[in-house]
């Protein structure tokens, strides 16, 4: 039995069996090959399972994200049948006696190389797919073949760290617990387990080449500590603690149905954060008003190229159906940052936290916005949508804004398509959107304090820095007394303001929030059940 600490990010505990993900930063050696003919069956094998792999893939994204995205596994199929490429390594197994794992790395570098130095766009997009397709051929030849989260039973995900594109590619019904090496409270991890109501720790000193998938964990969010196969006493008190604990959700499960309204009458609306259209369940089974924050920037994730128009439209479109009527506030693309894609091939910066993102790109990249601005604004027909801009500093920003969604109008009636304009919103993120809100309330329908990026500018602290955890302090005075401003100001101009960020989700600050006059708290599905008893047990009212 092994004892590991760290910091917990969701208060729970889970038992079960660990599944180790690792990253494709292969260190192949090359090694006389003794036999050729036994490296040549053994590159067949690999080829023979990532064929497999492939199809399971393809499969999954027909039925999940469509046609258009599932044609990137097509693509690889393809390629994995390339009779240059296959030629090119069996020519160095034989020629040079080397094992096939070197034979893959140098080809698949090789053919990406040529792929990269081509003048045409599509043929350049291939470099991407041959390394890819290398680096499955990799991991089957060493045996680390990729995890079928479909076929895998409810296991404790233990890794270096988590990118936002790997965490959205996950069965999340198959996953009791996160444990990271690395990793921010605030982190796109964190954010997810919150979401899922499961246990999550980061900043375990784990050496993962010491774990292996299969081993048996305990996972305990309230103490911050994981044990390694534990004895069969901390087993039994695990499975007791478990038993508590789901005593306490069945019991906050009687306030399903029941209004978000205090002891003394004021109402306030508690809607979901989500990421995905198949985080929808989460949002109905936890009985959410409605979507406070959609984050659309995860159908650009783990993807090859940009999501068609189409493709969007399909994902708006179900969203809003599957809500009936509520409302449903989707966020335009926040890529940038913590949230990077190779397709968009943006340059690496200092402080890319301050850099090129969110709307930033919107604007200078504008064919982008207006891709997914049109598929917002048709989809709007089909519900109670609006959209929310993030990452705003200026008056100018809302105006260009505006000018590009008169732009798709335009273009959506000449071409005869149906469309909705929706209610128009802005994140108050910044400390600039802060000090100029009464400005901005003029200009939009509605205010989202986004916590976790304003404390972060506020304060000028790196919120993925875990270094500086001890002096991240969501709960500042400074970022009080902002969110109060950012209320005053909206609401002597008509306007309702809400909080998306993780400091709305704090059922110690809820009795707060609802004293400042904020009228909607957008929190993860999971605490949407412990936000409602806070409100229905609290009064604000004074006397008299």
């Known amino acids: 039995m092994q004892s590991f600490l760290g910091k917990p990010v969701y208060k729970g505990i889970a038992m079960g069996p660990v599944?180790?993900?690792?990253?494709?930063?292969?260190?192949?050696?090359?090694?006389?090959?003794?036999?050729?003919?036994?490296?040549?069956?053994?590159?067949e094998q690999a080829?023979?399972?990532?064929?497999?792999?492939?199809?399971?893939?393809?499969?999954k994204a027909v039925k999940e994200v469509g046609e258009d995205s599932a044609a990137i596994f097509e693509v690889h199929q393809m390629m994995?049948?390339?009779?240059?490429?296959?030629?090119?390594?069996?020519?160095?197994?034989?020629?040079?006696?080397?094992?096939?794992?070197y034979a893959v790395a140098v080809t698949g570098d090789n053919f990406a190389e040529m792929f990269a130095s081509m003048e045409d766009d599509y043929m350049k997009a291939r470099a991407a797919d041959v390394k890819d397709i290398s680096n499955r051929l990799l991991k089957n030849l060493v045996g680390e073949g990729e995890i079928d989260f479909r076929s895998m039973e409810p296991s404790i995900i233990v890794a270096e760290d988590?990118?936002?594109?790997?965490?959205?590619?996950?069965?999340?019904?198959?996953?009791?617990?996160?444990?990271?090496?690395?990793?921010?409270?605030?982190?796109?991890?964190?954010?997810?387990?919150?979401?899922?109501?499961?246990?999550?720790?980061?900043?375990?000193?784990?050496?993962?080449?010491?774990?292996?998938?299969?081993?048996?964990?305990?996972?305990?969010g309230f103490q911050g500590k994981m044990i390694l196969e534990p004895t069969g006493e901390i087993c039994r008190q695990t499975s007791d603690r478990i038993g508590e604990e789901t005593e306490k959700l069945q019991l906050l499960q009687t306030l399903k149905g029941k209004e978000n309204i205090t002891l003394d009458g004021?109402?306030?609306?508690?809607?979901?954060?989500?990421?995905?259209?198949?985080?929808?369940?989460?949002?109905?089974?936890?009985?959410?008003g409605g979507i406070g924050l959609f984050r659309s920037e995860f159908l650009y994730l783990g993807k090859k190229d940009f999501p068609s128009e189409e493709e969007q439209f399909q994902a708006y479109k179900k969203v809003l159906q599957m809500m009936a009527g509520k409302k449903v506030i989707i966020r335009t693309l926040d890529i940038g940052a913590d949230k990077q894609v190779d397709y968009f091939t943006l340059e690496k910066e200092d402080n890319p936290a301050m850099g090129y993102r969110a709307?930033?790109?919107?604007?200078?990249?504008?064919?982008?916005?207006?891709?997914?601005?049109?598929?917002?604004?048709?989809?709007?027909?089909?519900?109670?949508?609006s959209i929310m801009y993030p990452m705003i500093i200026s008056t100018e920003e809302v105006t260009?804004?505006?000018?590009i969604v008169d732009q798709v109008q335009r273009e959506l009636e000449e071409e005869q398509i149906p469309y909705k304009l929706p209610e128009q919103g802005i994140m108050i993120e910044t400390p600039a959107a802060v000090m100029i809100s009464d400005e901005l309330a003029e200009m939009v329908d509605f205010f989202s304090i986004?916590?976790?990026?304003?404390?972060?500018?506020?304060?000028?602290?790196?919120?993925?820095?875990?270094?500086?955890?001890?002096?991240?302090?969501?709960?500042?005075?400074?970022?009080?007394?902002?969110?109060?401003?950012?209320?005053?100001?909206?609401?002597?101009?008509?306007?309702?303001?809400?909080?998306?960020?993780e400091l709305g989700a704090n059922p110690e600050l809820t009795e707060s929030f609802v004293r400042m006059g904020v009228d909607e708290l957008s929190v993860a599905p999971s605490m949407i059940l412990k936000i409602r008893k806070a409100v229905r047990e609290m009064k604000v009212l004074p006397k008299g």
């Open 266 to 288: 004021k109402k306030i609306n508690i809607y979901a954060n989500i990421g995905s259209v198949g985080d929808i369940g989460y949002v109905l089974e936890n009985d959410a």
């Open 450 to 501: 986004g916590t976790n990026d304003l404390t972060q500018y506020t304060l000028a602290i790196d919120r993925q820095n875990a270094k500086l955890d001890d002096f991240y302090n969501p709960q500042h005075k400074a970022i009080m007394k902002m969110i109060q401003m950012v209320v005053d100001n909206a609401h002597k101009h008509g306007k309702w303001v809400g909080i998306c960020g």
């Open 359 to 385: 709307i930033r790109i919107c604007l200078k990249q504008p064919e982008i916005f207006k891709t997914q601005l049109r598929a917002l604004l048709r989809a709007a027909v089909f519900g109670n949508l």
């Open 162 to 220: 988590l990118s936002p594109s790997e965490t959205v590619q996950m069965d999340k019904e198959k996953i009791l617990a996160f444990v990271t090496v690395h990793g921010s409270t605030n982190s796109h991890t964190a954010i997810l387990a919150r979401m899922m109501n499961i246990p999550a720790l980061i900043g375990v000193p784990l050496n993962l080449e010491e774990i292996h998938t299969g081993m048996k964990a305990v996972v305990d």
């Open 400 to 403: 260009q804004i505006y000018e």
């Open 47 to 59: 080829k023979e399972q990532a064929e497999k792999q492939l199809q399971v893939l393809h499969d």
């Open 80 to 101: 994995l049948e390339d009779e240059d490429y296959l030629d090119a390594i069996h020519n160095m197994i034989q020629t040079e006696g080397v094992n096939a794992e």
């Open 19 to 43: 599944v180790v993900l690792k990253h494709d930063d292969f260190q192949v050696k090359r090694k006389k090959a003794e036999d050729t003919e036994a490296e040549i069956i053994r590159l």
